[in-house]
């Protein structure tokens, strides 16, 4: 796990070698174990190349930028190929000769024999840079789900990239220039979505894409991979069952090669429970195991935690964040490089840090919801689209009704997610989806929105990006599109950025076996109807780790990895919300009209709405201005 930046130009000028290493110093937090630098001479186009280290394989002999024996390529690579050695094995009989023990030379000898088509060969999490003096070309690609980051601004005739935004930013030819049309999308589904960014001129490449920029200036974007959900699997239950179970334990044992120190997060869900005992299945040693919770009981997991670190007898560590802890919040967003409103970042960050003291890599639960089912509010949508075949005039009815009759903010979590529910019925199932999903949608962008933002609100609904996903699934079945949305989306557009960014600002390499491309394969062939069901989801994973993990992790309600910032927006960040967010400062970037805001800080502080996450989602934003924009608060 590492980062790396680069410069590109097509038109013979040199690279600087001095602004390759700000730009690497930048994410010097991403691999603090080593750097290394290269910079071509050629008369055409020429390549700078900058690299981070973080120890984990082969520690003495994965020096980078690195290159084979023909010295005809040389790569930046960051992530784990976990087959490597497989495909070492093949590249020898071919051949190749090795000059390490590392994955990063086997992507090199792949690319020599299959060019762009390497990536296809790969098993794992990876984003890399490949300059081809031969060719006198740049190759970019990135892994299949989104696991690891990946930046770019075409600027004259160069190609800058990097890791993270703020090494494109530190080599001084891009603009920090706010896109404006951007902020709707941030405020609609708490991150901003691939390929665009914050930033005018800085885009992020899509998961499963490869980029190449020739002599000429020519780039080219391809697509790789995609994820297949026909035909359905034909087999018997029991059968089902027992291979959901031999995938995610092969998927958990290829990510246990490390020369590292290693553990896992353990939030007490069932994702995280199945992959900490099948590494205690497969390990010889205790497995050391993370948790974090809460004061508050409702956010907290942490007596499942316990649970399942008893009954696998792992090396167990907790820890607890408190509404002090919010002082991380400038240093998050100089980590996250854009506007970023997932509030468990903030538990995230912590967790990684406090992991960090023990181990160098940490496997986790990620993609368990997204592959089987796991949300809540796909039980939410199984339910509508039934229900959706009523009349619409009859379901917009009985929506107002509910509107009218029942109070808006009721104590109860539950009772307020149904309520939330019962007012969008009169929506088209992908549409209800969304507005489940979203933090604020287009009504509630047009009511705050002032200035130019109104006009780009009014240009362009933001639910227009959610529905696009929906064609990315080969399947007519509505759960299966929904899935497919969050896979293309949601996943690497949050989620993984989340995990990406938190364990790396920490110097952690964090791995997630639910993630193995060949198991998403696996999983998206499985028929809904075996997924979610009227009274759970993820019920053929259930059925798979009944007797594997206790009945109490199994059948317990879902919680998420929520954070009670509605209960801290009321007390002790009630202060600190409004010095934020109703600001002077904030006041004058023209964003929003100012009424509407403080309305909504008093509905909150009152108890007469919630609206945490929207608070969130603006408290996070000024935060990012007055980090990046305005310099006025420093990230240590």
Partial sequence: MCGFAGIYRWDGSKVSESQIKRMSDTIAHRGPDDEGFYVSSEPQAN??????????????????????????????????IYNFLELRKDLEKRGRKFQTNSD??????LYEIYGPDCVKHLRGMFAFAIWDGKNKSIFLARDRIGKKPLFYSLKGKSLIFGSEMKAVLASGEV??????????LYLAYQFIPEPATIFEGIFRLPPAHTLTCDAKGDVCINQYWTIPRTPKHDMALPDLEK?????LREATQIRLVSDVPLGAFLSGG????????????AMKEPVKTFSIGFEEDDFSELKYARMVAEKFKTDHHEFIVKPDTIDILPKLAWHYDQPFADPSALPSYYVAKETRKHVTVALNGDGGDENFGGYLR?????MFYGFARAPKILRQSLSSIIKNSLPAFPANRILRRIIRAGTLIGSDPLEFNFKLFCYFDQDSLLDIADGPLLEHVKGKNVYNYFSALYADSDSKDFLDQVLACDAHGYLPGCLLVKVDIASMANS??????????????????????????????KWILKQALRGFLPDEVLDRRKMGFGVPIAKWFKGALSGYLKETILSPKARGRGYFKMDRIEKMVREHQSGERDHSYKLWALLMFEVWHQVYMDGDIKNK
């Fill in 47 to 80: 390549a700078g190349l900058g690299f981070r280290r973080l120890s984990i394989i082969d520690l003495s002999g994965g020096h980078q930028p690195m290159t084979t024996d023909e010295g005809r390529c040389r790569i930046v690579f960051n992530g784990e």
């Fill in 104 to 109: 990063t030379e086997v992507i090199l000898h």
């Fill in 175 to 184: 603009e920090k220039k706010v896109r404006l049309e951007s902020i709707p």
């Fill in 243 to 247: 291979e959901t179970l031999s995938q």
């Fill in 270 to 281: 069932m994702d995280s429970s199945a992959v900490v005992g099948l590494m205690a299945e």
């Fill in 378 to 382: 796909y039980q939410a949508d199984r």
């Fill in 508 to 537: 952690l390499e964090a791995r997630s076996p639910f993630l193995d491309h060949k198991l998403i394969e696996f999983a998206a062939k499985i028929p809904s109807e075996h997924k979610v069901k009227m009274n759970g989801g």
